[in-house]
């Protein structure tokens, strides 16, 4: 991972192949100003900071100088047109895109100070503090129990049989799955309805206390009680978590988050309260988006 100062140089080198070092220097600092985003980029509590973030995979660009704070107690939308980079944005607040062949991610990301691209970083550890949940509802080919209990344990999070049950319980209790569930923990994951198995999902994330929980529309292969359930279980999560939630839903948007960054083409255009932003947008692009004339 460059520093701030290195990944610019690391820009400035870059352009400096095809123009002079004075040329370079001058296209990075255009390719800044090109890049600037509209709104407040930085939190005054904030929990995860971003400075200057790109992500390349080969020679796509697909996310350019993105700098951004998310706060604690924060929900964060990132909204934005298909392929405008907010899966990519979201899976480098956790490495996840470190598993994709030829990802290549440089700027700053620091976890309450810590530079989480930092080399000496385990990203096992990370992967709970950062927790993700994902489009599509994914519990393990294990019982509901299991699934909730698989992360404690190879997290060493319980010391007994009776810690474990604990963690367990209140796990699906914070997650609004309890109730459904508590008579029939034996029974597969799998065998939950998609609503369901995305409350596990998120049952699972929570077990093994993360800080920051990332949703890549979690909503969208739900129906709208299940959506319902999933949205204000993420008004009540905010009170312990940072969460970064990617949606196609405006509306869902302006429900669950009070703050919400626009994506557009890899560039992070505008960032503010979700209510300025929904109601009085400052960018003519962000305006387009949310009056329903681009995307
Ligand atoms: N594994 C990959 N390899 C190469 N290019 C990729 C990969 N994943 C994403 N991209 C490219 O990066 C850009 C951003 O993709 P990303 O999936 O982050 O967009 P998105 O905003 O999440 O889109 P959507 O709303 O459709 O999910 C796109 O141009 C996409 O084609
Ligand atoms: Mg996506």
């Known amino acids: ?25 001058l296209i990075a600092a255009h390719q800044r100003e090109f890049t600037r985003t509209i709104g407040e980029i ?3 509590n904030p929990r995860i900071m971003c400075r200057d973030v790109n992500v ?3 020679e796509k660009h697909a996310i350019q100088n993105v700098s951004l704070d998310v706060g604690h107690n924060e929900v964060i939308a990132l909204i934005g047109p298909s ?9 480098c607040l956790n490495r996840m895109n470190d598993t994709i062949v030829g990802c290549r991610v440089t700027g700053s990301i620091r976890l309450d100070g810590q530079d989480i691209y930092d ?6 550890p990370l992967r709970a503090q950062v927790g993700m949940v994902f489009q599509k509802p994914n519990p393990f080919p294990k019982s509901i129990y299991e699934n909730v209990a698989y992360g404690p344990k190879i997290h060493g999070l ?13 796990s699906l209790r914070r997650a609004g799955l309890w109730d459904e569930v508590k008579d029939d923990l034996a029974k597969p994951g799998t065998s939950l309805s998609g609503g369901q198995q995305q409350r596990l999902c998120i049952a699972r994330t929570i077990a093994v206390s993360p800080e920051v929980i990332l949703m890549d529309e979690p909503c969208s292969a739900l129906d709208p009680i299940a959506t319902a359930k999933i949205e204000q279980l993420i008004d009540e ?21 009070q703050r919400t960054a626009y994506f557009h083409l890899g560039r992070l255009i505008e960032v503010g309260d979700t209510a300025q932003v929904f109601t009085n947008p400052r960018h003519p692009l962000t305006e387009d988006y949310i009056t329903g004339r681009f995307g």
């Open 1 to 25: 991972m460059n520093t701030i100062a290195e990944s610019q140089t690391v820009q400035g080198k870059e352009s400096a192949k095809m123009r002079s070092p004075e040329k370079g220097t």
């Open 42 to 44: 930085s939190s005054p």
């Open 56 to 58: 390349y995979y080969g």
């Open 83 to 91: 392929g405008c980079g907010k899966s990519t944005f979201l899976r």
């Open 119 to 124: 080399g000496g970083l385990d990203v096992v």
């Open 158 to 170: 319980a010391n007994s049989k009776a810690e474990l049950e604990e963690i367990v319980e209140s």
């Open 237 to 257: 999560l905010r009170e312990l978590y940072t969460i970064a939630i990617v949606t196609h839903s405006m509306q869902q948007a302006a429900r669950v988050s």
